[in-house]
């Protein structure tokens, strides 16, 4: 059976399939909250929130080959919330108001080496940088991918990434060249 | 499994307690679900019987006979329910909140009964509902409108004096509502009155009336632990340049002027210190920019009735131009005022369109209807437009839409 017909089984109310879902990706799941908030129980209260709203909603999905991409959606909405919650941080987002770049990969421009300690690094970024850095270097997401994770146009996650990493450029020094 | 360090996110540890977590989370949404279910069915089974009051509400909107029947059975509990829905929604729940202080006391001179059915009522604002009734008089009196009246505390201090005192523009919180306003204020504070039931079309059977007085306390001032109200005249229309359709169609239908009926009615109101006593929710000192300038929302108070904040505003760092004020260039077009919105889309309007002027800490006070009553877990300030002004000239600035998170 794929996933796809797990997905629908579970949305016709089979629990086994819903848990099955669940089993493939809590994970990842885990590492990303984690990736966001720092903390083992932070992390493991956001996921579980996220578990119950899928279980809740799980109807809702439109198209079930979007799972992954739905679920994470949730995810990272929780860990933003609980990490404003948390620090107060004002979501007045700067970047908005841009023009869409016409700009393509190599525009990114910036090869990241493995060693690089993205992890520790992304808490100098706003959320929507340290989000699409997470989907992009964690869970090796593609462009696309993210845009439709966070609903944001690719030429604007383009641009993001550009930024976020000249940033981080500049804060880590020339470890990035 | 590639073991390889991936830019440190390898280095997360998945904690142990996850499968533990993860199976109890599906065990409390299973659960969840069934009891949703449940509520849904009875839900469904009390449709018929929900749509039998919807007829019944509107019967009440659109047929004054019927509504002043209504009336005498229930002391006007359900008029001014509607009363308190159509002026300010988060107003009309506080009834579930069981915050509405029933009075139920009326006084009758020349022949018109006057009944203050209840009070809603915190440090700020106040909210009057009271029924009209004309009906005495043998040749009845009717589409009575308040004109007149004055307040004051439980020393007699006068506190607004509305006598010839109307002012030409409304707030903006009345756009688009159905019904006569208006409106007057003073220093210290702020009275919106509204009239519901006006119908000249109905004017012959139209005996009975029913409205608000919101008394608003501006900037340091609080409403009173006991008010005196002194009801002083009622008119069959008003003469303001907003209900100036009204009035001709008035003198068109009927050939005369309206009358106005002077007397006096007078009501002391012991307030119930249920919600008075309630604090404000506080946020303080939250900052942002917008448009290369720093902002600062010095406090930001949700009372039960009202939502006050105060925002220091900057200088643009690109220009150096001061800001003065938000969303003010123009005055007969509301899309530039700020507002604010909760997690369920609930907009909460400015209560009037003017803003104060700068005050001398480079602070603008602001205030909002409430969201009190909806219990939002999320309330964000939404800001279009900003108003700036340098050595030779005030502009505005269209912004887009910036959206501040209060809590």
């Keep these: 059976m794929n996933d796809i017909d797990i997905v629908i089984k579970a949305q016709n109310g089979d629990d086994e399939a819903f848990s099955q879902l669940i089993k493939s990706c809590k994970e990842k799941l885990y590492k990303t909250a984690f990736a966001y908030l720092k903390n083992e129980e932070e992390a493991l209260d956001v996921v579980s929130d996220t578990v119950y709203k899928a279980y809740m909603n799980i109807n809702k999905l439109k198209n079930p080959e979007f799972f992954n991409t739905w679920i994470t959606r949730i995810l990272i909405n929780n860990s933003i919330n609980r990490l404003e919650k948390s620090k107060r941080i004002i979501l007045v987002d700067e970047y908005e108001k841009f023009d869409d770049f016409n700009l393509d990969d190599s525009d990114i421009g910036v090869d990241v080496p493995k060693s690089l300690d993205l992890y520790n690094a992304i808490d100098k970024l706003n959320v929507k940088s340290k989000s699409i850095i997470i989907l992009k270097y964690f869970q090796d997401m593609t462009i696309s991918e993210i845009s439709k994770v966070l609903k944001i146009p690719e030429g604007t996650i383009k641009v993001y990434l550009r930024r976020s990493l000249k940033k981080l450029k500049l804060e880590l020094g020339e470890e990035l060249i | ?407």
């Design chain 2, 1 to 407: 499994m590639d073991d390889e360090v991936k830019n440190g996110f390898e280095q997360i540890k998945v904690s142990d307690k996850l499968d533990d977590v993860v199976d109890r989370a599906i065990a409390k949404a299973k659960k969840d679900k069934k009891k949703n279910m449940i509520k849904t069915n009875i839900i469904k089974s009390s449709v018929a019987a929900a749509s039998l009051l919807i007829v019944f509400i509107t019967s009440i909107k659109f047929i004054p006979v019927f509504a002043q029947v209504l009336n005498n059975v229930t002391n006007g509990s359900s008029i001014t329910h509607e009363a308190k829905s159509h002026y300010d929604k988060n107003i009309g729940l506080a009834e579930t909140g069981g915050f509405v202080q029933n009075i139920n006391e009326s006084k009758t001179n020349k022949n018109i009964k006057v009944t203050i059915n209840n009070v809603i009522t915190d440090d700020k604002n106040v909210f009057i509902f009271y029924t009209l009734n004309g009906k005495l008089d043998k040749q009845g009196v009717k589409n009575l409108l308040l004109q007149n009246f004055k307040i004051y505390d439980d020393k007699y201090d006068l506190l607004l004096n509305s006598t010839s005192n109307y002012y030409s523009e409304l707030p903006s919180i009345l756009d688009g509502k159905e019904g006569d306003f208006l409106f007057t204020f003073n220093n210290k504070y702020r009275c919106v009155i509204t009239s519901l039931g006006d119908s000249i079309k109905n004017y012959s059977q139209n005996y009975e009336t029913y409205g608000t007085i919101e008394l608003s306390a501006l900037n340091e001032n609080k409403i009173p632990d006991e008010l005196n109200l002194k009801f002083l005249s009622f008119t069959e229309a008003y003469q303001m340049s907003y209900s100036k359709e009204r009035y001709d169609n008035f003198i068109s239908r009927f050939y005369r002027n309206p009358m106005s009926i002077n007397g006096e009615w007078n009501f002391n109101m012991k307030i119930n210190q249920n919600l008075k006593s309630i604090k404000p929710e506080n946020y303080k000192n939250i900052e942002f920019s917008a448009d290369h300038t720093d902002f600062n929302i010095k406090s930001f108070k949700i009372y039960p009735t009202r939502i006050e904040a105060k925002i220091e505003v900057g200088k643009n760092k690109l220009d150096g131009a001061k800001c003065y004020s938000i969303g003010q260039s123009n005055k007969n077009n509301n899309k530039n005022l700020p507002y604010l919105i909760d997690e369920k889309g609930n907009k909460y309007k400015l209560t009037d369109k003017e803003i104060e002027n700068i005050d001398s800490d480079n602070s603008l006070s602001l205030t909002f209807q409430s969201c009190y009553f909806n219990y939002p877990e999320e309330l964000y300030l939404v800001l279009n437009e900003l108003n700036y002004k340098d050595e030779s000239r005030n502009f505005s600035k269209d912004i887009g839409e910036v959206k501040i998170r209060i809590k």
